[in-house]
């Protein structure tokens, strides 16, 4: 079965650029789909088909897909942006998620 | 408003069932694909099933035979028949759906399922 392989955190300063990455087997040929998740609350999807936004989330995040590694980008990192970050795809009629990645803002 | 809202999560002894609903409004729960996903307490994101707009349904390996995904277009309404439970069961139980974007851009809040003798 596929597999998506996360970082389990990552930490940024406020203000800077935070990168999270999701490994995966030709992962480039797949359309990834990242969700952030706040404590409490339902995932919210922040990049679909690799690198686009849905209406409402801020331009500061953005994404890229290439080769074995999908990357979410959050530039001018906010305090607001701390939460845990998911990649996903679809692996013959299944969906595969990352294990998730802890994002804290300093 | 697009909106959907789970129930059905309780505590349940091991070898249990329930029954996970999921209404939806704003739009009809066979516009699109609809899943199910699940997270154990501390833990990731785990899918568990998808039903799609024409009726093909999918699982999880870890839930093959034992759940049953279901929806009821008059309803409007996804349910989650689960059976045999056990306690890596245990989790808030997610309904999510495509709605507008590619990906699942519509999640429920959740409903928590316990199992536990």
């Known amino acids: 079965s596929y597999e998506l392989t996360q970082s389990l955190s990552v930490s940024v300063a406020l203000g800077q650029t935070a990168r999270i990455t999701c490994g995966g087997n030709n992962i480039g040929s797949k359309n990834v789909h990242w969700y952030q998740q706040k404590p409490g609350q339902a995932p919210v999807l922040v990049i679909y088909?690799?690198?686009n936004r849905p209406s409402g989330i801020p331009e500061r995040f953005s994404g890229s897909n290439s080769g074995n590694t999908a990357t979410l980008t959050i530039t001018r990192a906010q305090a607001g942006d701390e939460a845990d970050y998911y990649c996903?795809?679809?692996?013959?009629?299944?969906?595969?998620f990352g294990g998730g990645t802890k994002l804290t803002v300093l | 408003e697009v909106q959907l809202v789970e129930s059905g999560g309780g505590l349940v002894q091991p070898g249990g069932s329930l029954r996970l609903s999921c209404t939806a409004s704003?739009?009809?729960?066979?516009?699109?694909?609809m899943s199910w996903v699940r997270q154990a307490p501390g833990k990731g994101l785990e899918w568990v099933s998808v039903i799609y707009s024409g009726g093909s349904t999918y699982y999880a390996d870890s839930v093959k035979g034992r759940f049953t995904i279901s929806r009821d277009n008059s309803k409007n309404t996804l349910y989650l028949q689960m059976n045999s439970l056990r306690a890596e069961d245990t989790a808030v139980y997610y309904c999510?759906?495509?709605?507008?974007?590619?990906?699942?851009?519509?999640w429920g809040q959740g409903t928590t399922v316990t199992v536990s003798s």
């Open positions: 704003g739009f009809t729960v066979s516009s699109n694909y």
């Open positions: 088909r690799d690198s």
């Open positions: 996903q795809v679809w692996d013959s009629n299944t969906a595969v």
């Open positions: 999510a759906s495509k709605y507008w974007y590619d990906g699942m851009d519509v």
